[in-house]
């Protein structure tokens, strides 16, 4: 197939490089013109403008995924191509927006006839190997002309063992991609799923500071250990109740460098997390652990311990987030 991409920053690029991998054709463009420039010596169209982009685009109905971080710029470019595309074509959101953003996008954009997919894509820098876990929403007949792309995208079965009794349930989830529901339903999905991340990250920082803590001179000495971080997290790693990804990165980062001295404990939260409190206020919904672990990133923000260096590290090692020096803005809703 063919498609359009813009935004060409830790994931957009890599979407488009795991796409042409896979045979399709992108036509991208990114206000950085290096960007461009290295995405079209991989095979890609380089367009010097969203005009260009949608003149470039000649299959029928025309895709455009935009990989933008959620806000404003996301709005803008939105808006932009709904005034260059027609009747028929589609636009992806793939960023994290928020989902009632999708809903009234996708009203302005169905009034036009061009249709609105919101697509929450999780993998952060390691997608083009690993490939992308995604949750989408929108109209069926756009999500199905869609699916050579989410197919090209997902991660596949791999090497995962089936679950039992999941005959009769959509098998485009053992692959890695769902269509999860109507407009706003996929981010929808990816918004609770960064809010569960938030919980299981504090759960290992917070692990990993008491374990780092056991040879406090505060403690009797014959209940003073000293406990090696790297070998705990390599260890858990191997057959543990606990393994998981986000484990894999805190062991990397550990085996480094177990003091992690290159992070300051500075946490920054991306939006999602408090719009899942947010949803389950709405719901009613008890939600203890994960808004506790977002008002941990914000006491961060104040005074460090160990246990934000940890949660630094990993938010490096999936999603190349750097540290920000001083207090982040608030995410914005539209």
Known sequence: MEIGIVGLGRMGG????????????????????????????????????????????????????????????????IARLAMLLGAGDIVIDGGNSYYKDDIRRGKLLAAKGIRYVDCGTSGGIWGLDRGYCMMIGGPKEAVDHLDPIFSALAPGSGDIPRTPGREGHDGRAERGYIHAGPTGAGHFVKMIHNGIEYGLMQAYAEGFDILRNRSSEALPPEERFSLSLPDIAEVWRRGSVIS?????????????????????????????????????????????????????????RREHTFAEKLLSAMRFGFG??????????????K
Request: proline letters at 5%.
């Open 14 to 77: 890599n979407i488009a490089r795991r796409l042409m991998h896979a045979g399709h054709r992108c036509v991208v463009f990114d206000a950085n013109p290096a960007a461009r420039a290295d995405l079209k010596e991989s095979g890609a169209t380089d367009a010097s403008s969203l005009d260009l982009l949608a003149q470039s685009l000649a299959e029928r109905p025309r895709a455009v995924w935009v990989m933008l971080p959620a806000g404003r710029i996301t709005e803008e470019t």
């Open 244 to 300: 998981s990804w986000l484990l894999d990165l805190s062991a990397i980062a550990l085996a480094r460098d177990p003091e992690l001295a290159a992070f300051s404990g500075f946490v920054e939260d991306s939006g999602e997390g408090r719009w899942t409190i947010e949803a389950a206020i709405e719901e009613a919904v008890p939600a203890d652990v994960l808004s506790t672990a977002l008002y941990a990133r914000f006491r961060s």
């Open 320 to 333: 190349g987030h750097v540290e920000a020096r001083e207090p982040a803005a608030e995410p914005t809703k």
